[in-house]
């Protein structure tokens, strides 16, 4: 079946300029996850949604972050004025959230620049 | 202290070796443990979960020791396709994942 999605898969954008990162879960995973991985970095992780409840932000590094998931499905996470310590690369995950299950399934990423 | 610390390496092995990476994690708190395999410019992709008795797959073993939070994997008979970063990875119970920041293996022909 269709894996984690995101989109796009490469963004440029100049310092100081908003961007949104889009992930599609894989279909049935109520979890969804936001990390990202600096170059030569572990992952690092961001915010995690599980259905309806409140989502975990406690990785969001400022203010400048934000995510939402509508309708428990699609992600986007956005950067407000983009600073070039923001270039990384975000990755966006989805699990079943089972017990026994929480095998987190990556998407591509979406490759952030900032110049 | 990092929560999940690897040696980073790079560790050249000649094909056919054996190698081994080591982890260890601060969290004794810490639920289920797992290795991700990272080829360059690619996302993470699970390896293998990690058991407290040991489990293999394959030509690769890993192990888990509680009592000094110590998380391995070993891998025979290395071939070429082996090559890419190996993240120890951690659930500590807050439900994202704990990556170390890997370590990277190049097998040689």
């Known amino acids: 079946g269709a894996g984690v999605s995101q989109s796009p898969s490469n963004k440029v954008t100049e310092k100081g300029k908003d961007v949104e990162l889009r992930c599609d879960p894989i279909s049935g995973h109520t979890a969804l996850y936001w990390y990202r991985q600096s170059l030569g970095q572990g992952l690092e992780f961001l915010i995690y949604?599980?259905?309806?409840?409140?989502?975990?932000k406690s990785g969001l590094p400022s203010d400048r972050f934000s995510a939402e998931r509508t309708g428990g499905s699609v992600s986007t996470l956005t950067i407000q004025r983009t600073q070039q310590e923001d270039s990384a690369v975000y990755l966006c995950?989805?699990?079943?959230?089972?017990?026994?299950?929480?095998?987190?399934?990556f998407g591509p990423g979406t490759r952030l620049t900032v110049l | 202290r990092k929560e999940v610390e690897q040696d980073p390496g790079p560790f050249n092995v000649p094909e056919g070796a054996t190698v081994a990476f080591n982890c260890t994690y601060s969290n004794s708190a810490s639920q289920s443990f797992f290795w991700y395999r990272q080829d360059c410019r690619k996302e993470p992709k699970l390896l293998m979960s990690v058991y407290s008795s040991g489990n293999e797959d394959g030509r690769f073993t890993a192990q888990l020791n509680r009592a000094s939070q110590y998380i391995s994997l070993l891998i025979r008979d290395s071939k070429l396709s082996d090559s890419a970063t190996y993240l120890c990875?951690?659930?500590?119970?807050?439900?994202?994942?704990?990556f170390g920041s890997g370590t990277r293996l190049q097998v040689q022909p």
């Open positions: 995950a989805s699990s079943l959230e089972v017990i026994g299950a929480d095998t987190q399934y």
């Open positions: 990875v951690v659930n500590t119970g807050r439900r994202a994942l704990t």
């Open positions: 949604f599980q259905g309806n409840s409140a989502p975990d």
